[in-house]
Structures are given as C-alpha cells and as structure tokens.
C-alpha cells in the first residue's frame, strides 16, 4: 500500500486520540483549551470535537454566559462517559461479585452470587456467573448493548494471553467457556486476569496506593498472591506467572501459601481442641472446636492471650513473606489485601518491626481499605484500560443499529 493514502487517515486518528486523552481527564474543555493541550490548530480542534460527537464519544455543553458578554460563548465540549459500559467481575471459589461502570470509572450497579456449596460443576457455577451479570445489567438500568468489554478476576494462575493456566487444580472452576459466551453470545470483549494482579491495579487506581508506580498487593486471605506495579507497569511474566507465591514452600518459617484468615482459622481451632478455654472459647461457644479468623482476631482485640500469641505468629511469618516480595520487586509500598485486610491492622507493627530484620531498606507497609471490592474494582480498571486503548475502533451503544 502506498503510505501517501494513510497518511491523511493517520493523522486524524492520531487527532482524534489526541483531543479524546485530554476530555477523558477534564470535567469539560473549551477548543481554546484543547489547543492549548494538543498544540492543534482551531480548524483541526473543533473538526475533531464534531467528529468525536457524531461518533458518541463526546458531547457539546452549553457555555453559560459572562456578564454582559456579546455573541456566541465560546464552544464546550466533554468527554461522554455515558457512551458505554464496561464490567468488572471477581470470580472465586465460592462467590462471584459484579460492577458495572461508566467510561469515567463510577460504579452505576453491581450483584453478587453464591456458587453452589463445594464450588459447583462448570455448568452450574457458569450459570450462576450469567445470572450474577445479567442481576448487576438490570440494577444499574442498561442493556447488554451498552457493554464494551468485560474484565474478569480468577483466583488461578492465568497465562499472558488470558486463559487458566493449566496444571492447577482448581482450574475446572475457572475455565468456564465465557469468551464463547460473552463474546459470541453478547459480543462483549472478555479480558481475564489474576485476582491479585487485578487488585494490584485497584489500588494503584483508587486505594492507599493510588499514584504509587512500584507497588505491591498481597492478597492474603485463604491463600497467598501478589500482584507487582514496577514503574507504573503491571508485572506478568513470560507466562503470567509474576508474583506467584508456590516458591514460598521453599521458605523457612513459612512453608506454604497459607494467608492469614486461614492461619488463624487452623490455629484458633487447635488451641480449642489443645483444651484453650479463655477468649476464643467464649466467642466460639461450647459446642464447636472450630474457631473463625474474625473471632480469633477479636479475641486478640480483647486481650486473650492465646488469641495475641497467634496474630504475633502470622505476623513473623507474613513478614518472611514481604521480605521475600521485597528482595525480589523492590517495591515502595506493600498493600495487604484480601478478606481480613481491615483485621490485618493489627498485624502492622510486628510486621513492619520484623521486616526491618530482614530487609536493609524495607517498604511501607499498608491494609488496603477496599475490602470486598478491591478486585472487581480492578477488573472494572482493566476494561477500561482496554476501552480507551481501542475507543476509536469500538461503537458506543448509542451508534449501534436496532
């Protein structure tokens, strides 16, 4: 192909993207502003907004008027983050969480489902999924047709091109058939990622580490992940296997991938069959020997003894688990994440205490305060991500026929 006859279709794109990275990031902008932030000329400038326009993907303002001001006000335009949807969605071993969003990042609906007990068969736990989305489509008021891409959270390895990696043992409860589904069936984009990379993204985005470019997030509840941000970067390795933690085996002190919920769970459960009979007895009554993480922390928080030997123990041994994050990465923040993050808090100063041990220039350390949505909030950043990266070649709901 002659390059002369691309040139001119380059160079509008190249407009187009220019004009719509500077309205994604402004409330609204005048064509004198946006001159002033692409270096376009006027003609080139308002050519572009109406083009923009005509396509869905921004619209016109009405400029109040100054005073006594005489003629026409100068032209406003904004980028119209209502053209379309994106999801984010967290599947784990037992529940699925679902947010919808506009094109500016605010969250318009969302569900939440059980699969069944025991995680459920691929058929079961894909139909549950379907009916958690289409649950979350009514809530917050829009069609299937409003959707442009669908980001989805795992807790599994998934390799660099987005499918379940395999070997794993939960990976039947991944593989789900959903690009058929969503991508055939809905004509949705479906982006899949590891929850701990996604929630990495989250905080990066909107939480403790938001503006933070060399982050790491553990997640840290039933089991161990990471995810690492180096120089802005979200780290995935030649097989997306960046930030895995079955090496911890290999650790003294550690020995697996254990997180803290359920090190407390096991360990308040066996100072009750030991015969314990102080603080975590008395929250867990007298019929039952199995102690949950909430009640062995709360315990701790009242002052039982068994109860602070154990939270000290999960400390010491998370800390080898930063040291190991910290030597490798070199992150500037470590956020902990995860079911018990708000629990973790209390984890801080013996960690951090501990991590100095190890470390000669340790990380801060931070508890996410997302909770439950820290990795569907990542999902939602991960299609949106994918959205303004293929807007000029995807169709906002508004220019679809029928």
Known sequence: MDASTSTPQLLRRTNLRAVLEVLRTVP???????????????????????????????????????????????????????AGHVLGLDVGIATVRVLVSDLSGTV???????????????EQRRRVLSAAVDQALADAGITSAAVLCVGMGIAAQVTGDGAVAPGQEVAPMFDLGLRKEFGEGRGWPLLVENDAKLAALAERWRGVGAGEKNLAVILAGERLGSGII?????????????????????????????????????????????????????LVGPATNRASARLVFEAAEAGDPVAEEILDRIARRMARVLALVSSFFD??????????????????????EELARYVSEPPRLAVSDMGKMLVPTGAVRLALDYVEAHMLELVPEVRRPG
């Open 28 to 82: 609204s902008a005048t064509g004198t502003d946006l001159i002033s932030a692409t270096g376009l000329t006027r003609a080139t400038v308002i050519a572009v907004c109406d083009d923009l326009i005509a396509r869905g993907w921004a619209r016109e303002r009405e400029s109040p008027r100054i005073g006594g001001q005489k003629g026409r006000p100068a032209r406003r335009f904004e980028f119209n983050a209502g």
């Open 331 to 352: 992150p500037k923040l470590i956020v902990i994440g995860g079911a018990v993050a708000a629990s973790a808090t209390a984890l801080l100063p013996v960690m951090t």
């Open 108 to 122: 318009v609906g969302g569900s939440e489902a059980r699969f069944p007990r025991h995680g459920g068969v691929p």
């Open 230 to 282: 180096e120089s802005g970067r979200l780290l995935h390795g030649a097989s997306g296997g960046t930030g895995a933690m079955g090496a911890l085996e290999l650790v003294a002190g550690v020995g697996n991938e254990d997180g803290i919920a359920k090190l407390a769970r096991l360990w308040g459960s066996a100072a009750l069959k030991d015969g314990h009979d102080g603080g975590i007895r008395a």
